[in-house]
């Protein structure tokens, strides 16, 4: 039987939810972004006027400002935005519970089993979109199609509150002309290298040979090339905007440039810490830590290593941490942004291997010992008990447990 | 049009769903609800809000009656 897959993109989602709350400002420019004050001042979202106005999502606020000097700037109110997010995966639960979420406002949906009750898959986005408009107050753009790479596309074709349908018929007229750009997965590099091989459109892209581009993007290539022609198998996953699988992180861009060591200590404890509360909650525990530092040049690198044991104690991730980020900054700049995660999961109650020599018994209190901790936390709240580190600089020592914003995760799992 | 936020008298039934009786208009005055003839989840795009909302009669008018998040609000004229 042929899949019936709907992708639902919730239009401008967060601008479209700070109009609906504020009737005022319907009608003019708006754009959601990052606090100013404390340097997060970016573009998160902006409505449609705001788009005629060539305003970009991810811009600096002062750049959108000289595009639409009358652009009135909002700040973000996660917590609302969670609880719309919610609110249409209750719409969308009662058509399927094959749900995916990917990001906080897009979701995949698999409706192939319910197309007996429901009618067909065009039927039931035209309803998806009715009831969102009605019952959210938001506007919703479907994709429909047999795989979840088109229908993907077919949800960014028309917007906003439309429906498009990708076929089996139709898909060579519509997605083939398409810049290869606009296909899942095709980043700005990938683009560029494709482009360079004159391979302009997704159509160029799935008369390739699959092992031509295998040769120039590796195993990625082969994957596109499935991907362009409609051959993407990929199963839509059971799948909260909530669930981080392969790993944890958390990252922060500092109200202030970190200018020292000392700095950056204190910034790497407290993202560790958040880090290390996360992954106890979810019961999980790594072997590699990753961190992530861009400097204030927006110029940015990513360095790991592994742990010697999987551990969800904070304080080896954040020593770990701190070696990796000695190793591999030189201080040429002061940093505007770091970021520590984990990776490389398994299930805390794994087995471990034991060792006669290293404090495997300093590991197992260390462990309890932030048990411990997150239980005062919870009861008392974040900062009822901290490392003395996080004393030194106040700024800094932000909650990112609680400020944790959720970015889409990987489309693989 | 303005948000206007009531204070709501309102009835749990046993099987769980909630019924208002009256409420105070921000003037003091306290009006009862004759009838709900309906429920369902709806945004407000006149006032801005989103919840359930309740279609009743008051004095033999129809008004919208929203629960958004514990609280009652109303769509005010002006």
């Given at each position: 039987m042929e899949k019936v897959i709907l992708h639902c993109d919730l239009n401008s989602f967060y601008a479209s939810v700070e109009c609906l709350y504020n009737p005022?400002?319907?009608?003019?420019?708006?754009?959601?972004?990052?606090?100013?004050?404390?340097?997060?001042?970016?573009?998160?979202?902006?409505?449609?006027?705001?788009k005629q106005y060539g305003v970009i999502t991810g811009e600096a606020i002062w750049q959108a400002r000289k595009k639409c000097p009358q652009l009135i700037i909002v700040n973000p109110n996660y917590p609302l935005y969670l609880r719309f997010a919610q609110e249409a995966r209750e719409v969308y639960a009662r058509y399927t519970d094959q749900i995916e979420a990917f990001g906080i406002d897009e979701c995949w949906l698999d409706v192939t089993g319910s197309t007996g009750l429901f009618g067909s898959g065009e039927k039931m986005a035209q309803e998806i979109r009715e009831r969102m408009k009605k019952e959210l107050g938001v506007t919703v753009s479907v994709g429909v199609s047999y795989n979840k790479t088109f229908a993907k596309l077919g949800s960014d074709l028309k917007k906003p509150d439309a429906v498009t349908i990708i076929s089996r018929e139709n898909y060579q007229q519509i997605v083939w002309p398409l810049p290869v750009g606009e296909l899942l997965y095709v980043g700005r590099s990938t683009k560029r290298k494709l482009e360079n091989l004159a391979i302009t459109t997704?159509?160029?892209?799935?008369?390739?040979?699959?092992?031509?581009?295998?040769?120039?993007?590796g195993k990625w290539g082969e994957v596109l090339w499935t991907f362009a022609n409609g051959f993407d198998e990929t199963p839509v996953s059971k799948a909260g905007f909530e669930n981080a699988i392969k790993g944890i992180g958390n990252s922060m861009t500092t109200p202030r440039d970190l200018q020292s060591l000392q700095d950056a200590k204190i910034l790497i404890y407290a993202l560790s810490d958040s880090v290390a509360q996360r992954l106890r909650k979810h019961h999980l525990k790594g072997r590699t830590v990753q961190i992530y530092i861009r400097d204030n040049t927006l110029f940015s690198l990513e360095r790991q290593a592994k742990l010697a044991n999987a551990t969800y104690a904070s304080g080896p991730i954040a020593e770990k941490a701190l070696t990796i980020f000695q190793d591999n900054y030189d201080w040429q700049k002061p940093i505007r942004s770091l970021g520590v995660r984990v990776t490389d999961l398994?299930?805390?109650?794994?087995?471990?291997?034991?060792?006669?020599?290293?404090?495997?018994?300093?590991?197992?209190?260390?462990?309890?010992?932030?048990?411990?901790?997150?239980?005062?936390?919870?009861?008392?709240?974040?900062?009822?008990?901290?490392?003395?580190?996080?004393?030194?600089d106040t700024p800094l020592n932000a909650n990112p447990v609680e400020e944790n914003v959720i970015h889409p995760v990987s489309f693989f799992r | 049009m303005k948000k206007v936020f009531v204070d709501v008298t309102a009835e749990f039934s046993r099987e769980g769903s909630l019924l208002p009786r009256s409420f105070i208009w921000e003037n003091g005055v306290k009006y009862e609800i004759d009838r709900v003839y309906e429920c369902c989840k709806a945004a407000s795009l006149k006032v801005g809000g989103q919840g359930l909302r309740y279609r009743c009669r008051v004095r033999g008018k129809e008004v919208y009656l929203f629960f958004e998040e514990g609280r009652w609000f109303m769509e005010g004229k002006k």
């Open positions: 005022a400002i319907r009608d003019k420019p708006v754009a959601v972004c990052g606090r100013a004050d404390l340097r997060h001042g970016i573009v998160l979202t902006k409505n449609q006027i705001a997704i159509g160029k892209l799935a008369a390739s040979s699959p092992a031509y581009l295998k040769r120039i993007l398994v299930t805390a109650d794994s087995c471990i291997q034991l060792s006669f020599f290293d404090g495997q018994a300093r590991q197992l209190k260390l462990e309890a010992l932030e048990r411990s901790m997150d239980e005062i936390r919870r009861r008392f709240g974040h900062y009822a008990v901290q490392r003395g580190v996080l004393l030194t | -």
